[in-house]
């Protein structure tokens, strides 16, 4: 069974969904840790009603590179294999993303390549998507490596933008879509990682 840590900074809704998955056994894989980088974030009830280990890692005076070795390190005490971000608010560095490079992923709230980037995050995203006028949003799980929102394209799904929709309507209507997309890519990732351990170890 795989070992997933989740790492997250906010609210969780996404972690939640990765959480129900599991233990209805849609994914065949454990939650076996949950890092946040704020300790008020409420992903952390989440994760400690779900009886999941927690830990909380800021930042603070740290490199980016520190950063990563610190939380690099603790994936590797628990033997985790696969890493999702969902909400994780700092970039991660390369000593991470190449050490888990097919094995980290991140949603992000928008059809990438197009409103991604550094400060592409929470409803800025969704704004600037009804300012320019676009009749479609959604969402997008991809690939992480050192940059933001840069990695490969996993897959993703479409929403259509209303023509009333403020930002936040638009919002919580890609949320929704997320909460689908993200479990769904988990499983298959998971899968194809056992098949292509199954193919070198047969
Ligand atoms: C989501 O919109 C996700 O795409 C983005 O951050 C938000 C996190 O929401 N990366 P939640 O904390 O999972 O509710």
């Known amino acids: 069974m795989k070992k997933i840590a989740v790492l997250v900074s906010g609210n969780g809704s996404n972690l939640q969904s990765l959480i129900d998955s599991c233990s209805e056994d849609y994914i ?3 939650i076996a840790l949950v890092i946040s980088s704020r ?3 409420y992903a952390l009830k989440r994760a400690e009603e779900a009886s999941i280990d927690t830990l909380v890692l800021q930042r603070g005076d740290l490199s980016r590179s520190e950063y990563s070795d610190l939380i690099l390190n603790h994936l590797k005490n628990k033997k985790i294999d696969i890493v999702c971000l969902a ?3 700092q970039r991660l560095g390369k000593n991470l993303t190449d050490f888990y490079r097919g094995r980290i992923i991140n949603i992000h709230p928008a059809l990438l390549p197009k409103f ?5 995050y929470g ?6 998507v009804i300012s ?5 949003s959604g969402c997008t799980v991809h690939h992480v490596d050192q940059f933001y929102d840069h990695g490969q394209i996993i897959k993703k799904k479409e929403v259509p933008v209303k023509k ?8 919580e209507r890609v949320l929704e879509s997320e909460h ?3 479990p769904r890519v988990l499983k298959e990732l998971i899968l194809n990682l056992e098949k292509k351990e199954f193919i070198k170890n047969d």
Do not use: C, W
């Open 164 to 171: 009333n929709d403020t930002p936040r309507s638009l919002s």
């Open 132 to 136: 320019s006028g676009e009749k479609v």
């Open 123 to 128: 409803i800025k995203v969704h704004r600037e």
């Open 116 to 120: 991604g980037g550094k400060g592409m």
């Open 180 to 182: 689908q997309l993200y």
């Open 28 to 30: 065949p894989g454990k």
């Open 87 to 89: 909400g994780f608010m």
């Open 39 to 41: 300790p008020g974030a």
